[in-house]
């Protein structure tokens, strides 16, 4: 931090050397003694340099590596659930929990370590000391793990620099009755973050028994489906005395029945997840109804239907096909695009240098005449798969036109493995799509047969879904394939699908399968060409194969569910799928458009429960041109439909239809009971402990974190700290002493 520019401190730093030297040379004609000569001089030539850092103020950086606690960050539900009083709490759930916490010692144990950070929550986390906790009131009108989780990282982060960075593994206590209403599930955010949740309840009440009753919690679904997808909800059901009883959850298109799944509860936990799997056949706006059945109505905590929205786009998804080798597993896998009436398929095979020959179906809506040389020739297209492709033999700039397209456009992509791997993974833009790490060894395959199995993952997503509800059992025994292209392992933010169940390389099984998100679009791996195996020599006698099974799964979970549609594209999406009567609902809309639209403009109606319909004003956003916001309150339960589009010198060029839904809370006082059974499983999801009162072995494992090393930068301010000011000051007073007591002039 130079008080003058460098080149004029280094030009004063010469001009005094100069000076030195002339003064030396006037002391030597003085016939002062050779040694004072060079003692003075050495002085003056460290004063001078003193002055010159000075004048730069230079600031001293370093690294150290410390021992350091990982955080702890503690949160304390203040909602309206927890004070409630009973007979295990007559003064309220919370103080009656912070009261075990005090009396145990472990609330003063963690007082008295570094990086403990305390926070109250309800629908967000704000930050407390401990000295705050008894003046805690339990009274907020909401309960949101996930949301208050990250409030809380979020304020450790800011505390954090890079002087302080952030700890590894840390920990959460949460003390909470277990009734969360988040969107999203908060182990989801603890894992992202890398935290341990350890839970504690508050004592639960030992009094008689309630009557049965059961009630659904929460609704999980996509906002949106393709036209014969697998489409799946989860509902979340909470119980009182109905263990073992037989039960069904039906799922409802108005009057009609169009899934359900028989479920019984278990002994113990009083919470269970349902799963419905329906695929819909009718393209639309749908309000669905799941209801319970064959369960008692009564009692005011019973919830036994609840509706919800869910849009089914019925457009066909158009395919393009990219293979530089004519190999088998194209061939079956075009049987696959020419069955299914969702999915039009345009492929281009090699035929040698830079010759292809285009097969596609006569009723596809993107028409190119030969191989895409364009981002507008791609950009009709909604789903890409490469083969055995090589990068090199494409035209100038296509890789990373295909990138943005995935990135920005929400396209999907599907990489199935090959020879030309090691081209694919030299290539920065198709490497950085890519779920996987390739190594030079990725384009030579592991012969096989390969056994292979799929993931725990694999099996709970969209991809490996069963026809009959039960997919471990038949996904069991698939064929193997003949041989593998083995990535070096997944990236950190990818899903493996399936592996090998005998081959390993370091990092674990070789992958057969990943997929993840980038930016807006998904990417699938496939490490073999060989998938056709599932259809020659797959042991299933009726119905569809593993093979066709997989792939009209992968292709329905993966389609885009922003399709391409003329020049003009408009989407809408609000910032949540359901909402309460008073909070507000922020719609944005994002026009994408291949030409400049003069004097564009949203517009928009919503259509409310009763009917009515209301003007909607979205407001261009000048940080993110093409993007408009508007801004809704409503005041009734039910499905609210938003109406919207683009208008161009006062016409039409594009709209749109979606839903949101407006439900009236449940929430907090609708359930009196602690759910322990949600906390256990919070804790165990997330490598955390629940909390046993009567176990010390369970929360004593808080106090006893061990300490790690943590790398922090530190810095030393040589001139505000006055090191340099005081180091010149006795230069210059030595120079002076010494000359006054030896006589120099």
């Not at 916490?101 to 370590?113: D, H, I, N, P, V």
């Not at 055995?388 to 990489?415: C, H, M, T």
Request: aromatic share 8%.
């Amino acid at each position: 931090m130079p008080v003058l520019p460098v080149w004029l401190v280094a030009l004063i730093t010469l001009a005094l050397l100069a000076l030195l030297v002339r003064g030396s040379l006037l002391l030597s004609e003085k016939r002062l003694p050779h040694r004072w000569i060079l003692l003075l001089g050495a002085l003056r030539v460290a004063i001078v340099a003193v002055f010159a850092l000075c004048l730069l103020q230079p600031i001293v950086a370093f690294r150290r590596t410390v021992q350091e606690g990982p955080p702890v960050l503690v949160l304390f539900d203040t909602s309206k659930s927890m004070g409630l009083k009973d007979s295990a709490a007559p003064n309220g759930r919370l103080p009656e929990t912070m009261q075990w916490l005090e009396k145990s010692g472990l609330q003063t144990k963690l007082a008295a370590r570094p990086n403990v950070l305390w926070f109250a929550f309800d629908g967000h986390a704000r930050a407390v000391t401990p000295a705050d906790l008894p003046a805690l009131a339990a009274n907020g009108t909401t309960t949101h793990y996930a949301e208050s989780l990250a409030d809380a990282w979020e304020h450790y982060r800011q505390q954090r620099s890079e002087s302080a960075p952030l700890v590894p593994g840390g920990r959460v206590l949460l003390v909470s009755d277990g009734h969360d209403f988040s969107a999203r599930a908060v182990t989801d955010v603890a894992r992202e973050l890398g935290l341990a949740v350890d839970t504690l309840a508050p004592m639960t009440a030992r009094g008689g028994a309630e009557a049965a009753h059961i009630s659904i919690a929460q609704v999980q679904a996509p906002r949106s489906v393709l036209l014969g997808a697998e489409s799946r909800f989860s509902v979340a059901l909470r119980q009182e005395g109905l263990v073992g009883r037989p039960l069904t959850l039906n799922l409802k298109d108005g009057d009609k029945l169009v899934a359900q799944q028989p479920f019984t509860f278990a002994a113990g936990p009083a919470e269970k997840i349902v799963t419905l799997t329906f695929q819909p056949t009718v393209a639309g706006l749908k309000e669905y109804a799941v209801e319970v059945g064959g369960a008692p109505a009564g009692g005011p905590e019973a919830v036994l239907s609840r509706k919800f929205s869910v849009q089914v786009l019925g457009a066909r998804n158009e395919v393009l096909f990219l293979e530089d080798a004519w190999r088998w597993e194209f061939k079956f896998l075009r049987r696959i695009f020419e069955d299914d009436p969702s999915f039009t398929l345009t492929a281009f095979l090699s035929r040698g240098e830079s010759a292809f020959v285009q097969l596609a179906e006569p009723d596809r809506r993107t028409k190119v005449t030969g191989f895409p040389q364009s981002r507008a020739e791609l950009a009709g297209f909604d789903t890409l798969v490469l083969g055995s492709a090589d990068p090199r033999r494409w035209p100038r700039g296509f890789a990373y036109v295909l990138q943005q397209l995935v990135e920005e456009n929400g396209k999907s992509l599907i990489v199935i493995g090959g020879p030309n791997l090691a081209q694919m993974a030299a290539h920065p833009a198709l490497a950085a799509l890519l779920p996987v790490q390739l190594s030079t060894e990725s384009a030579a395959p592991v012969p096989g047969p390969v056994p292979v199995r799929v993931t725990t993952e694999g099996l709970a997503s969209p991809f490996f879904a069963a026809p009959n509800g039960a997919p471990d059992a038949y996904w069991a025994a698939l064929p193997p394939v003949d041989q593998i292209y083995p990535p070096l392992r997944k990236k950190p933010a990818a899903t493996a699908l399936a592996e090998a169940t005998k081959l390993a390389n370091p990092y674990g099984n070789l992958i057969l399968m990943a997929e993840h998100t980038v930016g807006r679009g998904r990417v699938l791996f496939i490490a073999t060409d060989t998938l056709w195996k599932w259809q020659m020599f797959s042991t299933t006698t009726e119905g569809p194969t593993p093979f066709q099974v997989f792939w009209q799964q992968t292709l329905r979970a993966l389609a885009p569910l922003r399709t391409s549609s003329g020049n003009v594209s408009l989407h809408v999406e609000p910032d949540r799928s359901r909402y309460e009567p008073g909070q507000t609902v922020v719609l944005r809309a994002e026009v994408r458009v291949a030409q400049p639209l003069p004097k564009a403009r949203v517009q928009a109606r919503v259509t409310l429960p009763d009917g009515k319909q209301l003007p909607l004003d979205f407001a261009p956003n000048a940080a993110e041109p093409g993007t408009y916001t508007a801004r809704f309150e409503p005041t009734l339960a039910g499905q609210h439909k938003v109406a919207a589009s683009v208008v161009a010198d006062d016409k039409a060029v594009a709209d749109t239809l979606i839903p949101f839904d407006v439900e009236t809370s449940n929430a907090e006082l609708g359930n009196l009971r602690i759910n322990e059974a949600s906390l256990r499983r919070i804790a165990h999801d997330t490598g955390g402990q629940f909390l046993n009162r009567t176990d010390p072995a369970t929360w004593r494992a808080l106090e006893n974190l061990e300490k790690v090393p943590v790398t922090r930068v530190e810095t030393v301010d040589l001139w505000n700290r006055f090191v340099l000011l005081i180091l010149l000051a006795v230069l210059m007073g030595t120079d002076w002493l010494l000359r006054l007591l030896r006589g120099f002039a």
